[in-house]
């Protein structure tokens, strides 16, 4: 059901299913709504989508991402937006 998912989308968007990695983004969102919060998942791989949008490679931006998850504390929640 996934993959039919993706490819109607890519489809619909007009993208190359060949650039998309999905395994990437769903480990990235794994690594976000365990280390930071569920709602935080969806929010991430959409900005990710921007960065990569912007040239940024996306393993580069996910690695960075995940660091960042994986470091991430909840008392800091309360200082962002």
Do not use: N, S, Y
């Amino acid at each position: 059901m996934l993959e039919d998912w993706m490819e109607a989308v890519c489809l619909e968007l007009g993208l190359d299913r060949k650039d998309v990695d999905r395994d990437l983004v769903l480990d990235l969102a794994r690594d976000v709504a365990h280390g930071v919060a569920r709602p935080a998942a969806p929010l991430t791989t959409f900005l990710l989508g921007l960065a990569v949008g912007r040239g940024v490679p996306a393993r580069d931006a996910a690695a960075r991402i995940t660091e960042m998850a994986e470091r991430w504390r909840p008392e800091r929640a309360g200082q962002e937006g």
